[in-house]
């Protein structure tokens, strides 16, 4: 997988770009509002509180894709450079074949087909471009909206697999 320098993708409405430690209000918020993390269990110590916390996912994140481990996009709105959301590829099958998408989303922002337009773009690079022949996402059981944004794009519930370590999610 070459992807340098990092893959910057327009949509009809939408930027995708690198996060930089200039989000890093943006990413705090993400990660620690209540609304947006309502179905993401995460252990304590992979929880954000602070916006060090924030600058330190962030540093993490764009390490993974310097080593070509993971692609995590800052999702903006055509025209203004704050974030709204992110978007991911990540969790790479070692013969580069399997990827694993991720995503959350200022809820201003929910209902509106934002996500689904960075998802299609996102889906679209991962297949032509980078070659996975396969892309899953995790979600909570109860994520209806999660659930319903990955049916109408294509994904199909995997029946009767469930994530280690996480009996709560179902994988699409």
């Known amino acids: 997988m070459v992807t340098k320098p990092f893959p910057t993708i327009k ?9 930089d430690v200039d989000d890093s209000e943006v990413i705090l918020f993400l990660r620690s509002d209540a609304v947006v993390n309502k179905y993401i269990e995460r252990p304590e110590h992979r929880k954000t509180k602070t916006v060090e916390q924030a600058q330190t996912h962030i540093e993490k994140m764009n390490g993974l894709f310097d080593n070509e481990e993971a692609i995590a ?4 709105v055509e025209g203004n450079p704050k974030l ?10 070692e ?13 201003a922002f929910q209902g509106k087909g934002m996500m689904s337009e960075a998802l299609k773009a996102v889906l679209s690079f991962g297949f032509d471009k980078l070659g996975f022949a396969l892309i899953e996402a995790f979600t909570h059981v109860e994520n209806e909206a999660s659930k319903k944004l990955l049916v109408t794009n294509g994904f199909q ?14 994988i699409f």
């Open 95 to 107: 013969d580069r074949k399997t990827a694993e998408v991720g995503y959350d989303l200022d809820p």
């Open 157 to 170: 519930l995997a029946v009767g697999r469930k994530e280690d370590g996480n009996l709560s999610n179902v």
């Open 11 to 19: 949509t009809a409405r939408l930027l995708l770009r690198k996060i």
């Open 84 to 93: 709204i959301g992110t978007i991911c590829l990540w969790n790479f099958s």
């Open 73 to 76: 996009w800052g999702i903006a």
